[in-house]
């Protein structure tokens, strides 16, 4: 099985910045997709940013040139630096990997447990 901690999340003023993280343990064999994503109250989770095997990323437009996702593949473990943040941010965000484990042999998807996300005004 494969487990997901996620960290970081917290109140911060408005401008401020906060890092999340997202390590992954268990019997990984390989991760092939990681993303974050956030539901705010009464809205649909959606998609934040992502990354690819390859270091290759996407954001959604909301966030672009304020957030930067990251990934250090030796600790499985991916990172998401949020810059001046805004409280049209505030929201829980959830880690999102595809991993093939040890026995698996096809991908399977994982969700960390959510951190809060508050920015104040």
């Known amino acids: 099985q494969v487990q997901l901690v996620e960290s970081g999340g917290g109140l911060v003023q408005a401008g401020g910045s906060l890092r999340l993280s997202c390590a992954a343990s268990g019997s990984i064999f390989s991760i092939t997709f990681m993303g974050w994503y956030r539901q705010a109250p009464g809205k649909q989770r959606e998609l934040v940013a992502r990354?690819?095997?390859?270091?290759?990323?996407n954001y959604a437009d909301s966030v672009k040139g304020r957030f930067t996702i990251s990934r250090d593949n030796a600790k499985n473990t991916m990172y998401l630096q949020m810059n001046s943040l805004t409280p049209e941010d505030t929201a829980v965000y959830y880690c999102n990997l595809l991993v093939i484990t040890a026995t698996s042999g096809v991908p399977i998807e994982f969700w960390g447990q959510g951190t809060q996300v508050t920015v104040s005004s």
């Open positions: 990354i690819t095997v390859g270091a290759n990323t």
